[in-house]
């Protein structure tokens, strides 16, 4: 297929520059000014953190990459650009020659490979070039394949050439792939019911539905009156293929309207992967036809894997997922608390609020297993601002209860700055709820200010003028712990338990834990040591004059009814010592 002239050359070459030296970005712009095909602009980028920025929120059509400039794996850094860039061609460039670094590089992602040392104007310009208009080329094919279901095309052939160039794909660079078949339920009572030709409308819609939620690299066709099949390309496990799935059958649960009448529609998916299920474009579609055909058993929207082992590890996980939206509408997650005993009087100065999930059939599900998937998905947020608006509610109890001064620490996610109205909505809540902002506490981790660390410092200020206080979680175990206490409004910082329990083993644990509570200390910033299981562990604490201490030498997390017994147990213990 040729492109005419207009849509091959439309205007400007936007050109984006990763490497660490000035000198070099001017060397290439000077390689590529004065070419009559192609006027460039391009922008310089020295610094990963600006990268990061810039591929996000702007648009490039040629990245030119110096291969010095990564984070620390030149593979995990192609993959990056791959995945940030939405597959935008990286022309490397280093100082081996090409026989010596090209294959890996190209295999890795690079689209080309240039040895800076025989590079010239012709040579830099031509490459440029060719990856533009070969990438133009590739938007139009993929343009034009989703006109070509949009419209209602079928070729089984053109797909089983799409699927062996994929294939081929695969097998040079190393890569997993999957092939899904979907099939929509019941598709003839659909055709009795409206006729062919809106039918036909209904599966346009939907193909178009799905081809707007998959990656550029993903290919759709219509390989039948009621089916589609899905190549997904790059797979690196199963999680990936999970993720499509998950847009897959969120776009199938949306109602379609048809001429005002508005149709539900169910699917069946079956799951083939490159190479565990086959290495031949007619063994995937027979086997990912098969698993189809396993889903059917199952009513609604259902997907079986043909391979055993990815369907256990991705069936898995979204089983767990949508389980999890059940329980936080089902109501069977709850807090546990663990408290925290200050050292000086030993009473209970506060507790942490723990996240447990009593699941109808598996039992209670361990925060390690169903946490990871919560934030994976975005589930995260909601069941976080849940727990919040349970432990103001238990804070106002506890008051009631005869433990006014008790604090509520609350874990926040990472991916609760990704909303934008985080601090409207915590705000919310505890107004509410009408309690003592004092006494509610957030622990957050570094990471979770990593994403962008000027709207969590500004959402943490706002919070703080509430009177929410802060503690800095796992201390001791990121790289910018200091930063951070210098710039955010922390009051309490948490020395991790992996510190704790090498006590008494290790000479550098004791001087990492004196030198943070002192530290801490000298900053008028409080200590809570965690983990802490043993008598020796709890007096070298209490002769580093830790502040309190968290572990299951006082007590485990517990159900609020237990800590409420807890809690009246120690208090009547105080009184007989008076």
Known sequence: MTLPLETMRPGQLRLLVLTPDYADFLWLNALLAGDVDISADATWCPDLVDCDDLIRNASFDVIVWDCVFHGGSEASFLQYLAVASNEKPVLALSAELPIERAPELLAAGAADYLCRQTLDHWTFRRAVKCLWYRDQLSESAHGQLGREVATGFINRDLFFDRLQQALLRAERAGHRLALLHLNIDDFRSINESFGYQKSDQLMMKLAERLRHSLRRVDSLMRIGGDELAIIVE??????????????????????????????????????????????????LLRRANRAMFEAKRDPGTSYRFYDRQLHISAGYQLRLEADLRNALRGKELELYYQPRIDLATEEVRGVECLLRWNHPERGLVGPDEFIPVAERSGLIVPIGYWVIEQACKRLQESAELGFPGLVFAVNLSFRQFHDRKMTETIFRIIFNANVDTSLLELELTESAMMHDPEYAQRCLRELNQ??????????????SSLSNLQHLPISLVKIDKSFVQELGNSADAEHIIRA??????????????????????????????????????????????????????????ACLQQ
């Not at 509430?466 to 790289?479: C, E, H, Q, V």
């Not at 007096?539 to 009814?561: N, S, T, V």
């Open 234 to 283: 790059k797979v690196e496990d199963s999680l990936d293929i999970t993720q499509i799935i998950r847009k897959v059958v969120n776009a199938l649960d949306e109602p379609v309207t048809i001429d005002g009448q508005t149709v539900v529609v169910s699917a069946s998916l079956g799951v083939a992967t490159y190479p565990e299920a086959g290495d031949s474009a007619e063994n």
């Open 466 to 479: 509430l009177g929410i206080s802060f503690a800095l979680d796992d201390f001791g175990t990121g790289f």
């Open 516 to 573: 943070i509570i002192s530290l801490a200390h000298s900053l008028q910033i409080s200590v809570v040591a965690e983990g802490v299981e043993t008598e020796g562990q709890l007096e070298f604490l209490r002769q580093q004059h830790c502040d309190e201490i968290q572990g299951y030498y006082y007590a485990r997390p517990m159900p609020w009814a237990d800590l409420v017994q807890f809690l009246n147990k120690r208090g009547q213990a």
